[in-house]
């Protein structure tokens, strides 16, 4: 995995209990979540994951240390 979109892609399939969710905005419309709106157990998996991709090469440290919900 190479970039940030690839690796959110592979946690939602790896993890489909947690399944990306949307919220309505002020205008009524619904919007994907940003990276605060998950529920910290989530965000604390996401970190794990990114760990384990890092730790076994994967993905390199730098995009680890990029890579957001």
Same mark, same amino acid.
């Given at each position: 995995?190479?970039?940030?979109?690839? %690796?959110?892609?592979?946690?939602?399939?790896?993890?489909?209990?947690?399944?990306?969710?949307?919220?309505?905005?002020?205008n009524?419309?619904y919007?994907?979540?940003?990276?605060?709106?998950?529920?910290?157990? %989530?965000?604390?998996?996401?970190?794990?994951?990114?760990?384990?991709?890092?730790?076994?090469?994967? %993905?390199?440290?730098?995009?680890?240390?990029?890579?957001?919900?």
């Amino acid at each position: 995995m190479t970039t940030q979109k690839q %690796i959110r892609q592979n946690f939602w399939l790896e993890f489909p209990q947690f399944k990306k969710g949307y919220k309505k905005n002020n205008n009524g419309n619904y919007v994907p979540k940003t990276q605060n709106d998950y529920k910290t157990d %989530i965000r604390c998996h996401f970190c794990d994951y990114l760990e384990n991709l890092r730790c076994n090469g994967v %993905i390199s440290e730098n995009l680890a240390n990029r890579a957001t919900l």
